[in-house]
């Protein structure tokens, strides 16, 4: 999975709409202080694949004094372009969206690939990636504080 684009919306501490374009980029460092969102920004990439991210409940990953956010995660696997967007409203007791789309040469345009409810969508992602969250955070993903299950 090669990320492309990512874009959010009151994700922890991006409050305004935020894009980031990895479009030729090969290897990436994050580097800065600490509190400036780098780790939010990974946060928001496993949070629009997997559902998870540090937080113990999806609300909290929604910016201080906001009701609701969403992450829009474009990236490549194989041949295929794929588009995954994720959004959490605290309104009632709580509401998570999810779709996946797949890029359709013919069109040019997002082909939407949902099928079912929100579990079996997020089936379908894992199915896609070949990949749980617990397999990318130990191999691929070093995670604040938790070396010692990367290695």
Known sequence: ???H???LHNFMCYRE???LD???IHLACLTGDNGHGKSALLDAM???LWGRARARRDDELIALGESEMWVDLEF???PQRYRVWRQRSKRGRGQTDLHLYIWNEGSEDWQLLDEGG???RQALIIRTLRMEYDTFANSAF???GRADSFT
Do not use: D
């Open 17 to 19: 709409e935020q894009s």
């Open 142 to 144: 070093l995670l604040q």
């Open 1 to 3: 999975m090669i990320p």
């Open 5 to 7: 684009k990512l874009k």
């Open 118 to 120: 929100i579990n079996e």
């Open 76 to 78: 490549g696997l194989g």
């Open 46 to 48: 496993t949070w629009a």
């Open 22 to 24: 990895f479009s030729g």
